[in-house]
């Protein structure tokens, strides 16, 4: 699996309407990402990137373009279709955590995982299963008020992990954190590529977690100005930027 194409899209436009203008956020992108990597997105602030994952994952349709995930035409679905995809197959992870306030660690997982249609029993398995992967074994009872930004953002991570999702996306996720608990949280999206096989692909301004990328494609006006392999994995081809 690892080294497959995961997401390959293509054309991607998208403009914004602000009154009776149009901003063009999206310029004719074409963008994939593979099994097993972690594809890092960078670029100033309102380049695209956001809107960019928005595409790529079923929440926000184009104006242009096709985007095949895991082999299928995202965009020709139905709506309802597009939204049991990404039950099914996308994992998120955001700067802001997302998390009930009210639900404990081990609940946050459990609620996700309901939505998912998988029995109580087997959830709450998975659930302990995911939160000791990220760390948190000795925390699975605590609310988020009682956890510390880094450990809200594993709560995040084990919820996402926990349906193992053939397609990670993080926004931003560490920018809220200090340097020690960002690592942490590189490391885990590093292993979802690695050992679950995961195509990760996170939009960060952060640069230390370059280190942890197999490929670093920048972004700015809505287009992709570079892209290239870190960790050149042997059956993959470099893909040309035109
Ligand atoms: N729903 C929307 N309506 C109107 N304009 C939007 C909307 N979403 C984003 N934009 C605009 O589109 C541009 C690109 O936004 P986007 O969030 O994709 O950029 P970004 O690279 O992720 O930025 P940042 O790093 O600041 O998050 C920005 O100028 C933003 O203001």
Redesign the pocket.
């Known amino acids: 699996m690892n080294g497959k194409l995961a997401i390959d899209a293509k054309g991607l436009s998208k403009a ?1 309407k ?1 009154g009776k203008q149009k ?1 063009s ?1 999206l310029k004719d992108v074409d963008f994939n990402a593979y099994h097993g990597q972690v594809t890092m997105v960078m ?1 100033p ?7 960019l994952i928005a595409a790529l994952s079923g929440l926000m349709k184009p104006d242009e373009g096709e985007v095949i995930a895991l082999g299928e035409s995202l965009w020709k679905k139905k709506k309802s279709k597009i939204d049991r995809f990404r039950l099914d197959h996308c994992g998120f992870i955001f700067q802001g955590f997302n998390l009930f306030p009210a639900l404990n660690a081990t609940q946050q997982v459990e609620q996700v995982l309901k939505y998912c249609k998988v029995k109580k029993s087997e959830a709450k398995k998975r659930a302990v299963a995911a939160l000791t992967e990220v760390g948190l074994e000795k925390r699975l009872k605590q609310t988020p008020s009682a956890l510390s930004g880094g450990e809200k953002q594993r709560v995040a991570i084990a919820r996402a992990l926990s349906k193992n999702p053939q397609l990670l996306f993080a926004d931003e996720p560490t920018s809220a954190l200090d340097s020690v608990s960002g690592q942490v949280v590189i490391k885990l999206l590093h292993r979802a590529a690695k050992e679950h096989g995961a195509a990760v692909i996170v ?1 960060t ?1 952060d640069p230390r977690l370059e280190a942890y990328a197999d490929r670093v494609i920048h972004m700015e006006d809505g287009k992709i100005l570079s892209d290239h392999f870190v960790n050149q994995p042997q059956d993959v081809v470099e893909t040309p930027v035109s």
């Open positions: 914004y602000i901003q956020v670029g602030s309102g380049s695209g990137k956001s809107t939009v301004h």
